[in-house]
């Protein structure tokens, strides 16, 4: 996150994807900004951005700059600031597809190996903000190999034109709960185009939609 783009049209986007989600959050929601600009962020940012998305200040990780130097740090301290809590990572674009070196892992995204860090041994749901990119072709084709690159547990998303949010779980439950909510808001036909679901490698991989009831 960056604070240049504080407050454009996906930021409310996000909000709106979170809330309706809302009664699912079962440990409660905690926000992981990834903030790269941190000096640039005063009290009245800080302010905006909690009310953009929604959420209480206190539920906000703050106070520490997210650094190519310091990521390992910056998710040890998220784990011990949040041990149980649901979890919003909010990226500049998402997900790094490549493998890269962790010493030259861009600041832009969240490795796969940081997302399975944080689920792994918890029933905790980790939400991904996923830009979509410039260099390729974006459809739910394309926010599934994202997901993909999380190899543990089960992967969820929300595709529109501009990015997606992707769900990531070890709870099964929990994350039909996310889809299955998302369906019964939007209804069948937009769910069918825009809500996905992804199991185990083993699996094979379907879509939606069940009885949403």
Not at 41 to 57: G, K, M, P, Q, T
Not at 87 to 110: C, M, N, Q, Y
Request: some cysteine.
């Amino acid at each position: 996150m960056q604070s240049e783009y504080l407050g454009d049209a996906l930021d409310f986007w996000k909000s709106n994807i979170l809330q309706i989600l809302q009664p699912h959050f079962a440990h409660g929601l905690r926000v992981v900004p990834m903030i790269t600009d941190e000096p640039k962020w005063d009290d009245e940012l800080h302010e905006a951005y909690s009310r953009i998305l929604n959420v209480e200040e206190e539920d906000i990780f703050r106070g520490m700059n997210f650094t190519r130097a310091q990521r390992d740090v910056y998710f040890e301290s998220v784990m011990n600031a949040f041990p149980v809590q649901d979890l919003f990572l909010d990226p500049d674009t998402g997900i790094g597809l490549r493998e890269i070196k962790p010493s030259i892992a861009k600041l832009s995204h969240v490795r796969p190996e940081e997302i399975t860090m944080l689920t792994k041994g918890n029933d905790r749901v980790v939400i991904v903000y996923q830009h979509a990119p410039r260099f390729k072709k974006w459809d739910e084709s394309a926010a599934r190999e994202y997901c993909s690159r999380i190899r543990s547990g089960y992967r969820a998303g929300y595709v529109t034109n501009q990015g997606a949010m992707l769900f990531f779980c070890s709870d099964k439950t929990r994350l039909m709960k996310l889809t299955n909510e998302l369906a019964a808001y939007t209804g069948e036909k937009v769910a069918k185009e825009r809500v996905f679901e992804m199991y185990s490698r083993k699996t094979k991989k379907r879509r939606l939609l069940r009885n949403h009831k």
